[in-house]
């Protein structure tokens, strides 16, 4: 492909990209393909000769795109988001044709100035105090997995990785039970292991841990001769929206000196919406590692998660590793490759510097609000609905709910609504039941996209009894 032919297909590219938003409405949202369908079209073995542009655009409608579950669609309501506003697709374009590794500061040094300035954007924005600084990691789980990393070294005085693990004893990490799976996967990778992560039972309106049963936890893990190394901390959960009481957990971790790091993946772009700091955000400036994810709920497109950190050092001191060919000579500069776990690093801060200037913050904070004022109509809704029943109310945006029956039957309703394509929802389990949960956060949705979910759900019922 010459860059006349590259031109040409850009522009066709696009149009294609603006007509797929503007009709996402009439797809169905999950794709309605069986497993192997999508493969056993495409050629077992790789062409010998190039093919042209055309046949390969025919065969991407053709093969692929029946595969597809339309994450931004406007009544896609399971999972979380995982967003694409148009400013940050237009960033991405600039990002992929540039094509730089912005690993060092003089491998791109706007990369790295323009991802120092933005982060701070984002701690203002969110209500963070002067002197957090962070980085632009790829997602939630890599920030946690850095956190976790840290706090292995700390306990370890910094050795675990030059000595290993063996006779360091047994190091534990304390959460709820209603942390995300990231939790405990970081803790494999990092070799402390599943049994050494401790979850502790919650209460409470919002599934907060319980911090007599932290305080009991640590003090047993003392008395026995284990190493407490950190607390993890959650505000807006994935399963309900579990959040923590984030003060007293920051009160029990300065007691015993651990290190902390919150899960405010999901939650955490509604922090830039001051009237819902003082419930869910208090105390989050104590924590040592605090991670969101702008591409949930804020529009940035995927992947982008923002790590803030109360000092950089002791994260610095984990991972930063400087052989020579990776040195910069001649300036004090950062290098946000020591920052992370990855050596390779995207030019990320572009989208957020284009999604935030397009839209300002008022204008993202309106559809926050919006979300969650729709998701509490909805719940109303649902709650009134016949032999149903909310399981965990909104926290913001997010609430759960059951149908008449057992938990087989509720898998039956999901399975039925999700064939049925006009909506997209995920199971979920909570307090040892089957629970359907909804969430409203999709860039694009509107009041009318939410409430129809109501009617689906009366009418999928229906049609199931």
């Not at 032919?5 to 294609?16: L, T």
């Not at 999972?79 to 991405?92: Q, R, V």
């Not at 020579?324 to 000579?329: A, C, D, M, N, V």
């Not at 690093?345 to 957020?352: E, G, N, V």
Request: charged letters at 20%; aromatic letters at 10%.
């Amino acid at each position: 492909m010459n860059w006349d032919e590259f031109s040409h297909w850009g522009q066709h590219i696009s149009k294609w990209a603006a007509d797929y938003h503007q009709t996402l409405s009439d797809r169905p949202v999950r794709a309605q393909t069986n497993p192997g369908d999508i493969a056993v079209q495409i050629d077992a073995s790789p062409p010998d000769s190039g093919q042209a542009m055309e046949t390969i655009m025919a065969d991407f409608e053709r093969i692929v795109m029946p595969g597809m579950t339309h994450w931004q669609h406007p009544r896609f309501f399971a999972y979380f988001p995982a967003n694409a506003a148009p400013p940050s697709m237009l960033a991405e374009m600039l990002v992929t044709t540039i094509a730089a590794q912005c690993m060092l500061w003089q491998t791109s040094p706007a990369a790295t100035e323009v991802e120092t300035v933005m982060v701070d954007w984002l701690r203002q924005a969110l209500g963070l105090p002067v002197g957090m600084t962070g980085v632009i990691q790829d997602s939630a789980s890599s920030a946690t997995l850095s956190a976790v990393l840290t706090m292995r070294e700390r306990a370890t005085g910094f050795t675990g990785n030059r000595e290993g693990l063996n006779t360091k004893g047994a190091l534990r990490i304390y959460c709820s039970d209603q942390v995300h799976s990231s939790i405990d996967r970081a803790c494999w990778v990092a070799g402390i292991g599943q049994d050494n992560l401790v979850k502790l039972p919650t209460r409470g309106s919002t599934y907060a841990i319980d911090p007599g049963a932290l305080e009991a936890a640590i003090q047993s893990d003392l008395v026995a001769g284990h190493v407490p190394a950190g607390i993890i901390a959650i505000t807006g959960g994935t399963g309900v929206g579990a959040c923590d009481d984030l003060m007293a957990v920051a009160d029990i971790a300065q007691k015993h000196d651990l290190y902390t790091h919150l899960d405010a993946a999901w939650v955490g772009s509604a922090m830039i919406c001051p009237e819902f700091r003082q419930a869910l955000w208090a105390g989050a400036d104590r924590y040592d590692s605090v991670v969101f994810n702008p591409h949930k709920w804020l529009g940035a497109q995927f992947d982008c998660a923002i790590q803030f950190l109360r000092d950089a050092t002791p994260q610095l001191n984990t991972l930063k590793i400087e052989p020579e060919y990776l040195k910069t000579t001649g300036a004090e500069v950062t290098n946000y490759s020591e920052w992370t776990i990855p050596l390779g690093r995207r030019f990320r801060a572009l989208k957020i510097w284009f999604l935030l200037r397009s839209y300002g913050l008022d204008g993202l904070r309106e559809r926050i609000r919006n979300h969650v004022v729709w998701a509490n109509e909805l719940a109303k809704i649902i709650g009134a609905m016949d032999g149903f029943e909310i399981t965990t109310g909104p926290i913001l945006s997010l609430f759960s709910f059951r149908c008449p029956g057992d938990d087989v039957m509720q898998q039956r309703l999901v399975d039925a609504l999700n064939d049925d394509g006009r909506i997209y929802l995920t199971q979920g389990m909570f307090d040892g039941r089957k629970i359907i949960r909804f969430q409203v956060g999709q860039f694009d949705t509107t009041r009318n996209d939410v409430l129809m979910a109501a009617d689906v759900i009366s009418e999928v019922w229906e049609a199931l009894n």
